[in-house]
């Protein structure tokens, strides 16, 4: 069965970075994008973008470039999302997602990045 | 980007009722959209696609219809395991957008 398992939480400060990973199975990684997603506390869920997992081709939403970074390990089936230069907002719940026709049918179980001082 | 409008923000329903959640798009997104649920420290889980489609495994009292920019999620024979957020995505068009959300409560 298609599973996407995420990195564990993470505890960063402002200006550090921080890596999230997430490691696909059950599935030929390369027949779909990686697409990643923010869930602040108590809130909805912002779409950051995708990576073309054939080509590496990023696509980054307008609120999510600059600091955001998607890359891939294609031999090992695993994404990653880099955030640098941490700031408080960027406190959340990181989930990447398979979308294969533009709804989300296959979801990470998110990992948690806390910033604090 | 396509504003998706969604309501209500929170709903208390009783066990057996049916309930209804609403998602208004800023411009036709042409069925180009779905509808989660996610329980509190849990991932989405898909619902709905296509406006319409049920997901795989989902049960039978879900379902979703609509067009153009109004759309709409249906709730038949409410069970207690149907606690939770629910949230629209439109995928007509990117930016990939959701709605804020409806928090379902038991009365």
């Known amino acids: 069965q298609i599973q996407l398992v995420q990195s564990g939480p993470e505890v960063k400060k402002p200006g550090e970075s921080v890596k999230i990973s997430c490691k696909a199975s059950?599935?030929?990684?390369?027949?779909?994008?990686m697409q990643w997603l923010k869930q602040a506390q108590g809130k909805s869920l912002k779409w950051m973008g995708w990576?073309?997992?054939?080509?590496?081709?990023?696509t980054y939403a307008a609120d999510f470039t600059g600091r955001f970074v998607f890359s891939l390990e294609t031999s090992a089936s695993t994404a990653y999302l880099q955030i640098t230069n941490l700031k408080n907002e960027d406190m959340a719940t990181y989930f990447c997602?398979?979308?294969?026709?533009?709804?989300?049918?296959?979801w990470g179980q998110g990992t948690l990045v806390t910033v604090s001082s | 980007d396509i504003q998706m409008t969604q309501s209500p923000a929170s709903l208390s329903a009783s066990l057996g009722e049916t309930v209804t959640i609403e998602c208004r798009a800023s411009?036709?997104?042409?069925?180009?959209l779905a509808w989660y649920q996610q329980k509190p420290g849990k991932s989405p889980q898909l619902l709905i696609y296509?406006?319409?489609s049920l997901h795989t495994g989902v049960p039978s009292r879900f379902s979703g219809s609509g067009s153009g920019t109004q759309y709409s999620l249906k709730i038949n024979s409410l069970q207690s395991e149907d606690v939770a957020s629910y949230f629209c995505?439109?995928?007509?068009?990117?930016?990939?957008?959701f709605g804020a959300g409806t928090k379902l409560e038991l009365k």
């Open positions: 997602a398979r979308a294969r026709y533009g709804w989300f049918a296959y």
């Open positions: 296509n406006a319409n």
């Open positions: 411009e036709d997104i042409y069925n180009g």
């Open positions: 059950g599935y030929t990684f390369t027949q779909a994008g």
């Open positions: 995505q439109q995928y007509y068009d990117y930016p990939y957008t």
């Open positions: 990576i073309n997992t054939n080509t590496g081709k990023t």
